[in-house]
T-cell receptor, first 113, second 114 residues
Framework: AQSVTQLDSHVSVSEGTPVLLRCNYSSSYSPSLFWYVQHPNKGLQLLLKYTSAATLVKGINGFEAEFKKSETSFHLTKPSAHMSDAAEYFCVVSVFTGNQFYFGTGTSLTVIP | DAEITQSPRHKITETGRQVTLACHQT?????MFWYRQDLGHGLRLIHYSYGVQDTNKGEVSDGYSVSRSNTEDLPLTLESAASSQTSVYFC?????????????FGQGTRLTVV
């Protein structure tokens, strides 16, 4: 079975401080992992994806994530939060062919000025 | 630019009515998906299609149906709307079945069943 657990439903940070959004996955097979962002009343936008080419993945807007197989984790980080980063973030796992995505329950990021 | 569009963006309907949500993509993608988003659940897969005339049930397919008559469109039909189907619905498409292929999402349709 496969599943995704986002460990924090809400995260608040001050502008200019680091961001850490945590994600653990469970999969019987080597997965592909994604982070998507959803701004209020918008669709989902791809931030980055892990495809086994490199364990540290860089995405858009300064975000990056590190795949740690031993910990079954794929945490999202950013060195310095910006007000425009306030949004909902989803960790997603894809297993097998067929491109079926399994979503975490989301983490709401608040950035305090 | 290629895109994926959903219509309507907002819909209010009455219990028991049939409702159809439209999804149209210009990516020429083979794969299309419908998800619903509910607080505390993330996005859950309703139905998906890998090509024309192909449809498959997802995790929460009861009360929903889809049809795929062309590459561009995958309409989602609620046969008899129920209050439990009040949700935000997202359509998505992807190019291939390959494991690392990302999906592109529409803007969502907010459906309220009263």
């Amino acid at each position: 079975a496969q599943s995704v657990t986002q460990l924090d439903s809400h995260v608040s940070v001050s502008e200019g401080t680091p961001v850490l959004l945590r994600c653990n996955y469970s999969s019987s097979y080597s997965p592909s992992l994604f982070w998507y962002v959803q701004h209020p009343n918008k669709g989902l936008q791809l931030l980055l994806k892990y495809t086994s080419a490199a364990t540290l993945v860089k995405g858009i807007n300064g975000f990056e994530a590190e795949f740690k197989k031993s910990e079954t984790s794929f945490h999202l980080t950013k060195p310095s939060a910006h007000m425009s980063d306030a949004a909902e973030y989803f960790c997603v796992v894809s297993v097998f062919t067929g491109n079926q995505f399994y979503f975490g329950t989301g983490t709401s990021l608040t950035v305090i000025p | 630019d290629a895109e994926i569009t959903q219509s309507p963006r907002h819909k209010i309907t009455e219990t028991g009515r049939q409702v159809t949500l439209a999804c149209h993509q210009t990516w020429n993608h083979n794969n299309m998906f419908w998800y619903r988003q509910d607080l505390g659940h993330g996005l859950r897969l309703i139905h998906y299609s890998y090509g024309v005339q192909d449809t498959n049930k997802g995790e929460v397919s009861d009360g929903y149906s889809v049809s795929r008559s062309n590459t561009e469109d995958l309409p989602l039909t609620l046969e008899s709307a129920a209050s439990s189907q009040t949700s935000v619905y997202f359509c998505a498409s992807s190019a291939t079945k390959a494991l690392n292929t990302e999906a592109f999402f529409g803007q969502g349709t907010r459906l309220t069943v009263v």
